[in-house]
């Protein structure tokens, strides 16, 4: 049994990667195009930081361009923030204190407290990617306004965060009808901790089902007819075939067959989870019984040394003298 153990728990880091990065693909629809200059001014960073904010941005813009074929054109700015200066003056507005970044597209602005004094919380290439996606999104969409999830959405699928413990965390919201609604998201930014970790999450996912099932093409729809002018009912039909309330039921029943039991447990690491947690839990309740019977046969022994051992030595010693 603990053979199988072994085998499950060296395969769940190959199935965690899987999940991890279970996000709409990002290839090139033409690998061979020229890919536009990235223009950046940091600031507040020292030259290392510099170095990598570079690289990180270049690579990020060359792989948003090779898939969505549209730049952001204008110089982006990317400000760290250190601890003697307020964050939200530097965006101009208020800013949630579990925030650690911004993006302002209005000024092309990606604006990140400074890693040498704070904690970001997560790498500095998923924090760029994040924000450079908001950036690309607005770009896209002509500064026109958006659903707060799509937004948030499209920056963690470039940004690849989906992290471990997410669809719990989703499957339990589902199960208690405690999920938040696409709607009710655009609020994030006044929500406590744990349920803007659910919105952030349920976020990915919405945006998952859109770029898989509509594609690049339905969200370059989607934005052409927002940057025209266009409604979200319409831009959605533009998109999808049916208006903003329709996509909502759409991602809600494709929410609720993958968080059923059946889906649940056949689809996703809860399943090697409880594999692996029965064979612990066989090997512990093995290990206990075995413990369990060794301390019955040491008692044992010791009551028949006790009542025994007399006859036992003199029996030792009768046979071990030779004869007279």
């Not at 903003?244 to 447990?265: C, M, P, T, V």
């Amino acid at each position: 049994m603990t053979h199988y153990a072994r085998i499950v728990l060296a395969a769940m880091p190959l199935i965690l990667a899987a999940m991890l990065f279970v996000s709409a693909p990002l290839s090139a629809n033409d690998q061979t195009s020229a890919v536009p200059d990235i223009h950046l001014s940091i600031t507040g960073a020292d030259p290392t930081l510099v170095r990598d904010t570079e690289a990180i941005l270049k690579a990020a813009h060359d792989e948003l361009y090779r898939s969505s074929k549209f730049a952001i054109e204008d110089t982006i700015h990317v400000v760290y923030v250190g601890r003697g200066v307020s964050f939200d003056s530097v965006i101009g507005g208020r800013f949630p204190e579990w925030g650690v970044a911004a993006a302002v597209g209005e000024r092309n602005l990606i604006a990140v407290r400074s890693p040498a004094d704070y904690p970001l919380g997560r790498t500095l290439r998923e924090t760029l990617r994040h924000e450079l996606a908001h950036l690309h999104l607005d770009a896209l969409s002509g500064l026109r306004q958006v659903p707060r999830w799509m937004h948030e959405g499209y920056a963690q699928q470039i940004a690849h965060q989906w992290e471990f413990g997410d669809d719990l965390m989703i499957a339990r919201a589902v199960f208690v009808n405690s999920d938040i609604s696409l709607r009710d998201i655009d609020g994030v930014n006044s929500f406590a901790g744990s349920r803007a970790q659910l919105a952030y999450a349920e976020s990915f996912l919405a945006m998952n089902h859109f770029l898989s099932v509509y594609g690049w093409e339905g969200l370059h729809l989607f934005c052409e007819h927002v940057r025209a002018g266009g409604d979200w009912d319409s831009a959605f039909r533009e998109a999808t075939g049916a208006d903003y309330a329709g996509f909502q039921k759409e991602y809600s029943d494709f929410l609720e067959a993958r968080y059923n039991w059946i889906a649940f447990l056949g689809d996703t690491i809860l399943l090697w989870i409880g594999l692996v947690g029965v064979f612990i839990v066989i090997y512990i309740v093995k290990k206990r019984r075995s413990a369990k019977r060794r301390a019955e046969w040491e008692e044992q022994e010791a009551i028949e040394d006790i009542l025994y051992g007399p006859f036992r030595t003199g029996e030792r010693e009768d046979t071990g003298a030779p004869n007279q």
